[in-house]
């Protein structure tokens, strides 16, 4: 059964935006001076730094989580290299100012050592799945079982690494083909089942080929079809794409309330599509949470949408 509270929580996160830590905007977007134009914003100090920048950025975290600013809607997390970093950057003063840690290479065997820095420090956690055993479904229901054994609101969401996964492939992404199409589609697939269904919150890998917006459009169409609740943007012009994919058509906001209305029949339909109310309730859940966070589509969009397809 879905978690309500949870599930808005999660769509919240809309588009992730990934920025170095020694990002020379950092300080004032996180002060509040600068606006950031995501919905949530993670702060690496894993693969976007250079070595010889690590203790550098360190010292600028620091810094910056004296000048959060708390009145923002902005969901601010940060990436450390390892769980040693993690334990260390966890005693940090004012390290609650951030939501979390995304935590990176995320296994069954190491996935406990995560949650319980994240639990004792009050934050949360984002793991990310991002090794090449995870084509295997066996060990996706391993590390599962293992996240079973916290509380699920410790996990804003599951995060895939897509480019680490195509790499230990020898791959990367192709123009014009979304990862559904692509080798991806097998793991994406079968973490979507079967973290949705244990109801976790997951969250889709990054697009990055930023001058394909067409692409990226029908790539989040199908993420968010799947039950993803977010997605990781590298640049600023990706965020519109995905945060437009986030919101409802109002056929589907009419269905989720009807469904989920006190006095509902058993099954009905409305325009044509049958609405069961045992069988649907996620669903319209899931919906309802991302009207809150996203509100609905422009009706005349669709429309021409629509049109220019047929």
């Not at 109801?199 to 799947?226: M, N």
């Not at 977010?230 to 794409?241: F, Y």
């Not at 009807?258 to 669903?283: D, R």
Request: hydrophobic letters at 45%.
């Amino acid at each position: 059964m879905i978690n309500r509270d949870h599930m808005l929580n999660a769509y919240g996160l809309g588009s992730t935006l990934y920025m170095p830590i020694i990002h020379n905007k950092v300080p004032d977007i996180l002060s509040g001076r600068t606006a950031c134009a995501a919905s949530s914003i993670v702060l690496c100090l894993e693969d976007a730094l250079a070595e010889n920048d690590v203790e550098r950025g360190i010292g600028v975290l620091r810094e910056v989580l004296k000048d959060v600013n708390h009145r923002s809607d902005l969901r601010v997390f940060v990436r450390p290299r390892s769980i040693d970093m993690a334990d260390r950057l966890a005693s940090f003063k004012n390290i609650t100012a951030v939501e979390g840690f995304v935590a990176p290479k995320v296994r069954p065997e190491n996935a406990a050592q995560w949650m319980d820095i994240v639990s004792a420090a009050g934050l949360r956690v984002m793991p990310t799945l991002e090794t090449a055993e995870y084509f295997d479904p066996s060990r996706i229901a391993a590390v599962r079982d293992v996240f079973n054994g916290f509380d699920h609101t410790l996990i804003s969401a599951i995060r895939l690494g897509g480019n680490d996964l195509l790499g230990a492939l020898g791959l990367r992404r192709q123009r014009g083909v979304t990862s559904w199409e692509g080798p991806l589609g097998f793991v994406l697939s079968m973490c979507s089942s079967m973290f949705v269904a244990a109801g976790y919150p997951v969250s889709a890998p990054v697009f990055d080929i930023i001058d394909d917006l067409e692409t990226l459009k029908r790539e989040v169409e199908r993420d968010v079809a799947s039950g993803f609740i977010s997605k990781t943007a590298i640049h600023p012009a990706q965020i519109p794409v995905i945060e437009e994919a986030m919101q409802v058509t109002e056929e589907e906001l009419t269905q989720a309330e009807a469904i989920l209305a006190k006095n509902s029949k058993a099954v009905f339909q409305i325009g044509g599509v049958m609405c069961e109310p045992s069988t649907h309730h996620n669903w319209a859940l899931r919906i309802q949470a991302r009207h809150r966070a996203y509100g609905c589509r422009d009706v005349l969009e669709v429309e021409e949408t629509l049109a220019m397809e047929a």
